[in-house]
């Protein structure tokens, strides 16, 4: 019972993906597996490749990316397996990789990163990634985990205090700003200092 807005109908909605290009359809992805951070639309499958490719111990084809509600915004949330073989790999070393990666392609922070033992993603019957499964797995904390990493556990465990956060933090807008540092007042919001998202 789907129109369009001149009228046209009825489609069928299927939750599909999907763009023309000359006479022929191609269908792209799932609309309930689309990941929007920041107003921007971004394809799982698009941060999936990125992050299997960003270390060795990493196994292809593996790798879910699902967003979460965090603080009333959307948050990217890893699931990948480690190879078999790579168990013994340092597992900072590859949250810092798959961390760069995605930053480097995409401009985009992750709020946790799941590295699953081998052969414990959850795919269909053919194969393929189930992202939406793979998220109630990783709220619900029912995951087969190797080793995790997640922002605001990593914010805990740093080792530079607030004073020092605060001093950074002022030293940095004052050089955006073009002002002694010891000017900016860290209370004042981004906005009102002038500096835009």
């Given at each position: 019972q789907a129109y369009t807005a001149d009228g046209r109908g009825p489609y069928l909605r299927t939750g599909d993906l999907g763009f023309l290009c000359g ?78 990666a995605v930053a480097e392609e995409f401009g985009l922070f992750l709020y946790s990163i799941q590295i699953l033992t081998p052969v414990k993603s959850l ?75």
């Amino acid at each position: 019972q789907a129109y369009t807005a001149d009228g046209r109908g009825p489609y069928l909605r299927t939750g599909d993906l999907g763009f023309l290009c000359g006479e022929q359809l191609y269908v792209s992805g799932r609309l309930k597996d689309l990941i929007i951070v920041g107003g921007r639309n971004y394809y799982p499958q698009d941060i999936e490749a990125v992050v299997e490719n960003s270390h060795t111990a990493l196994a292809q084809g593996s790798c879910a990316a699902f967003s979460v509600d965090y603080q009333g915004q959307e948050a990217l949330v890893i699931s990948v397996e480690v190879e078999r073989t790579k168990r013994k790999s340092e597992p900072q070393a590859i949250f810092q990789e798959v961390i760069a990666a995605v930053a480097e392609e995409f401009g985009l922070f992750l709020y946790s990163i799941q590295i699953l033992t081998p052969v414990k993603s959850l795919k269909t019957s053919s194969g393929k990634i189930r992202r939406q499964a793979s998220k109630t797995a990783y709220l619900e904390g029912s995951q087969d985990v190797w080793n995790s990493w997640d922002m605001a556990s990593a914010a805990k465990c740093s080792d530079v205090n607030a004073v020092e956060r605060e001093e950074q933090l002022q030293q940095i807008l004052g050089e955006i700003l073009q002002t002694p540092a010891a000017d900016v007042d860290v209370e004042t919001h981004f906005f009102e200092l002038g500096i835009k998202s």
